[in-house]
């Protein structure tokens, strides 16, 4: 059974920072590229970060630039999203993700594997 398992967000002040881990079961992280995705109140789903297979290829979303980083531990089957310099509208629910391999890239809008939210909360 395929399950991505995201921690507990928490609750953090602006200017704080907060790491979500999402732990992978499954299937074989290695041949895939992982995703982190938010949804905050009232909007759309969005992509935030994402990192290719070999860890080499790395995206952001412009609003997270510079103060969220992607990583991922094939060998413990985990992900990770340390969120820094946390602002109120970070506030949402945090999903991890996976996509297939389809080459050293990762894309901020596509997934094969989705895993149960996370709320995050920043207060200002």
């Known amino acids: 059974e395929v399950q991505l398992v995201a921690s507990v967000g928490g609750l953090a002040q602006a200017g704080g920072s907060l790491r979500l881990s999402c732990a992978v079961s499954?299937?074989?992280?290695?041949?895939?590229?992982i995703v982190w995705f938010r949804q905050a109140p009232g909007t759309q789903r969005e992509g935030v970060s994402c990192?290719?297979?070999?860890?080499?290829?790395?995206h952001y979303a412009d609003y997270v630039k510079g103060r969220f980083t992607i990583s991922r531990d094939n060998a413990k089957k985990m992900v990770y999203l340390q969120m820094n310099s946390l602002e109120s509208e970070d506030t949402g629910v945090y999903y991890c993700?996976?996509?297939?391999?389809?080459?050293?890239?990762?894309?901020?809008?596509?997934?094969?594997?989705w895993g149960q939210g996370t709320q995050v909360t920043v207060s200002s």
């Open positions: 993700a996976a996509e297939m391999f389809t080459g050293y890239v990762c894309s901020l809008d596509k997934y094969d594997y």
């Open positions: 499954g299937f074989a992280l290695d041949d895939y590229a």
């Open positions: 990192m290719s297979v070999d860890h080499g290829t790395t």
